[in-house]
């Protein structure tokens, strides 16, 4: 297979279904995150009709907690039957046992020796302050009845498998990684099992698992659809080593079971790159098979390494001979003309 940029319009489609990610859902109904949510949510109950399913790539909410994912299922009900049913991939906003609950119990004796609301450290990066300000708004109460002291992690509530089973019982998944049949084609969710704050972990059961799934799926001659929320290195925009937004720990494992499935198709998060980035597509080099970078829902980062208002992802249709991949602004409801593409495949391959 490979992938190039679309000449033309193909006929009706096989299928089609929508690919977002990075949505960061929170508490808050009237964040920017939400609001950007429901405007995907609205352009793809206007616009994908025939679809069968939307694909999240994963970060679906911002920090795991339980309020966002209530906020979740408000905004995804508010759309009702106008929607396809959803699939879901872990992220690492989602899963990880980040130290922001252990800073913020250190804040709490600051509290109770001064009263009101802590004031965080002048020596604290003033990203992390604001963030952790904002953190302490919504869910202060909550964290104070966690009890947990500073530079712990993973203890009391928030623990690995407590996000995760918040995660499966939110979204309906059945498991960190999962499989689905439909419409012919397969589609293959894979997700960390590990607590990681950035990055994602994959057993070896989970790597056996997605190879016997792959090699099964060659003889119908039919591409195979794969999501992961962190991008190997140095493929898609974003994943160079300079820009950082890698984090597969087994990196070098799953570049070569992919190098083994041509017929894969790949599309990952985390990265927030903006789909007019060099690099939104990566065109099987190194004997890998199509790899897609997919922006973010939530907001959008930049080849100059800055943040930018936004909010994207892709429309994907499936034909006999092609996979047609197309970018879309959910913010201005318009097709992005520099993120259309095509993966072709190839008879016999």
Not at 10 to 31: C, N
Not at 131 to 143: D, N, T, V
Not at 237 to 255: I, K, M, T
Request: net charge negative; hydrophobic share 35%.
């Amino acid at each position: 297979m490979r992938a190039d940029r679309i000449e033309g319009g193909p006929a009706r489609p096989l299928l089609s279904f929508q690919v977002i990610t990075d949505t960061h859902v929170t508490a808050d109904p009237q964040h920017v995150h939400n609001r950007n949510l429901e405007r995907a949510l609205l352009d793809i109950s206007e616009n994908a009709e025939d679809s069968c399913g939307i694909m999240h790539v994963g970060d679906v909410t911002d920090h795991g907690f339980p309020e966002e994912y209530e906020e979740l299922a408000r905004i995804w009900r508010s759309y009702g039957e106008r929607l396809p049913r959803a699939r879901f991939a872990t992220g690492n906003h989602d899963m990880a046992l980040t130290n922001w609950e252990a800073r913020l119990s250190a804040f709490l004796a600051e509290r109770a020796e001064g009263g009101g609301v802590p004031k965080f450290s002048d020596a604290t990066a003033s990203g992390e302050r604001e963030e952790l300000q904002r953190l302490w708004e919504q869910y202060g109460e909550r964290l104070s009845e966690m009890r947990l002291e500073p530079g712990e992690r993973g203890s009391g509530p928030e623990d690995w498998e407590t996000k995760l089973g918040r995660f499966l019982e939110a979204t309906g998944m059945p498991g960190p990684y999962h499989a689905h049949r439909i419409e012919g084609y397969l589609f293959l969710f894979l997700g960390t099992e590990k607590g990681l704050e950035l990055f994602c972990s994959l057993s070896e059961e989970q790597l056996a698992w997605l190879d016997a799934q792959l090699v099964e799926e060659t003889a119908s001659g039919r591409p195979a659809f794969v999501f992961l929320h962190q991008p190997l290195k140095n493929t898609v925009a974003g994943s160079r080593e300079s820009q950082r937004w890698y984090g597969v720990e087994q990196d070098e494992q799953l570049r070569r079971l992919l190098a083994r499935h041509p017929r894969a198709i790949v599309f990952t998060g985390h990265t927030h790159w903006e789909l007019e980035a060099e690099g939104t597509f990566y065109d099987g080099e190194d004997g890998l098979p199509p790899m897609f970078n997919s922006a973010s829902v939530g907001y959008l980062w930049t080849d100059e390494d800055e943040h930018k208002d936004g909010s994207q992802g892709y429309y994907v249709e499936v034909y006999p001979d092609r996979v047609r991949v197309r970018g879309r602004d959910f913010e201005r409801g318009a097709w992005i003309e520099a993120a259309q593409f095509e993966v072709l495949l190839a008879s016999g391959e």
